[in-house]
């Protein structure tokens, strides 16, 4: 028997921008950096945007359209923008992939055109998707518009869209051309929406630098009450932090088990669903975080003093840590109404055995593959505590 | 304003392994690769096969379901194959993808769960997208049954259906887990589809490797007469040669516009169209490899000796080397109809400058970026006298 072996090395480079009023003239970074991947020709760019976007800011569409007037040595703007539903909606409704491939095919766009995703994760995920696949790619302009896609659902190198009630059941790796934040778009998030990225910089920090935990401590107060520079910083270092994980990590891709960056996340998916969706993914984050640290306390991996500074920190920017789905059926862990039903989702999407991340210290994790449930339950009792406590103060 | 560049390294690795009786019992390839991947638990394994297979080989699911009982403790085969159709059907039919998607969640794939594909290379294509698309990737075991999808398409690092009346529309970059081709599905192939990977062979050695191409025209033959030896040698040589070419060429994924192996390719999707796919792709492949040699030698780049050489291996393996629709309205290269108009879909598809190989000398191409319809239409008479003058001989 004969064997070739076959080693295929590919690079991926992106840069992630940070900016403010990305579609203002006088900003010429959209157009230059298109302008610089192809110097020799104006390519079409087609426009996705959320439509939670537009309604918070209706004169988009039309801002965009004279950005594109005014730099169309640079790039052509597809005429027809695509408005797509916000939120998990994009994700769900199985046409919408399908709408905006069709939107590429009478736009004849090619693998050198662009699509331009505005919005906040859902869409960008959507629409990363659509772009990912026709064509085997087209060039994918992320300009996230929420915390929470700015610091980490929008800078990474995946997309994906529900099917089957499976969440990201579709998708592909496929890291974009160039991200572009632009701060401004956070100033008209609601207040639920601004707060929900929060934890998942909370997360980074805890596994991986403890003295951006110490700054989100100080300015936790500051970050509830919308501080706009903290905010800039909040975003910029947890971007860097998870970019610096994707390239180091050794498997961008994710084809082995280990999701080292999963902390607090097997219950916070869980809490997602019980709750239908309407925990956000960084409220449940919050909690799943709370309840994780509890039980590496009472493990003991963790400090109760750490402990305790992480629930205030997470109080201090305003997230509730209890719901009552944590107390769900915690005596049947196979039943899947039980948070503990969590545990065994999580460990088939990774395909193997249950590996979670725990903490040992604030900025540094441990993996584990077992739990103990009784101690989980008494994690859940004492974060259910906490927070009575908390409300009565 | 602020910026974070990121550079994401991924390595693909696999291995191509030639085999004959791949689901005899005696041979355990299939299951020491993916036992060899997961020794610790039997992952499972969805079988997606092409009908034309199952046409010649009617027995081939039955085998496949024997071979997965003696190997059980290596992996789990999902007990309902998929048998969708062979040729461009597969990638024709919109619901076929996602009909294997409704499979794949039926079966509670998972990334480390496997697809193995039979077929040729339009299955495979189908196969591999709905793999790659699903859970972001499932692991693909391609097992190629004919000559091109042995040593060419069957090996490389893409999938793709058609959509709104385009080739490959919708696709990914997706490097396959395995590829196991099994010299002994080629023995019932139809004897178009047994020569039609010959003209990939040549093309790469003409390319690449002037030594194959000698051995090539001595074995050519052979080939007409289904030597098996011979073709066993041709198929190995052809992969290594195209897998030396997507790990070393620096653009394995195709971002930007050069496509260096595409040889004689403008022509041959262009009369593939013209012919409403009459022609197989090899066949016309074959057409326009003759076609742009005689052109190479009007050129002043190729001798008259070489071309010759390279027509008298091309009909010597069978192939015929002109078809009317050459001579389509070559006075309009704007009219959709003239076969010139697939040089302008040639450049609209690489999304940039015209960028055509030509060669210099047997084993040397030569890129060019503009051509001489005069000399091309002087190229055309002359490969319609040589093949009449074939057939009078």
Known sequence: MKVIEQEVPVSFNYNVYFTRGLFERDNSLFSDIIAKASPEVARKVLFIID???????????????GYAEAYEDHFRMVPELQVIPGGEEAKNDPDIVGQLHEAVNRANLDRHSYIAAVGGGAVLDTAGYAAGTAHRGIRLVRIPTTVLAQNDAGIGVKNGVNAFGKKNFLGTFAPPFAVLNDASFLQTLDHRDWRSGISEAVKVALLKDAAFFEFLEEQATALNNRDEEVMDHLIYRCAELHMQHIATSGDPFEMGSSRPLDFGHWSAHKLEQLTDYNLRHG??????????????????????????RILRMLKAAGFRLFTPELSNRTDEPENPASIF????????????????????????????HEVDFDLYREAIAELKLFEEQCIEV
């Open 51 to 65: 439509s939670g976007v537009t309604e918070h800011h209706p004169g988009l569409p039309e801002q965009i359209k």
């Open 341 to 368: 039903y969590g545990l065994e989702e999580f460990r088939e999407h990774l395909g193997g055995e249950l590996t979670i991340m725990l903490l040992e210290g604030i900025g540094k994790g441990r993996e584990v």
């Open 283 to 308: 409220e449940a984050v919050a909690i799943g975080l709370a309840l994780d640290c509890i039980y590496s306390t009472l493990a003991g991996m963790l400090s109760e003093e750490e402990c305790r």
